[in-house]
């Protein structure tokens, strides 16, 4: 249950929903317990994770960005 809500949290970070919003739309009361789930699941924080340098952590296929686009390799 965690996985797939940090999973959803993951893309609403991406699409651009503030970061506190996502937390409370996915089931977190606590800011802080959201920051920490996030972090222990992608090994980065939700605002790294937007920024570029979480994507990484995601779970997605081979040669696929955490965006569902082919990668230029």
């Known amino acids: ?14 699409d651009g ?12 009361r606590s800011k802080k317990n959201f920051y920490q789930r996030f972090k222990r699941h992608y090994g980065t ?6 920024s570029g340098s979480g994507c990484e952590k995601r779970s997605e296929p081979e040669g696929l960005s955490p965006r569902g686009a082919a990668r230029d390799e």
Not at 17 to 28: D, L, M, N, R, T
């Open 1 to 14: 249950m965690t996985r797939v809500r940090l999973e959803h949290a993951s893309e609403l970070i991406l």
């Open 17 to 28: 929903v503030k970061i506190e919003a996502v937390g409370v739309s996915v089931g977190y």
């Open 45 to 50: 924080t939700p605002a790294r994770y937007r």
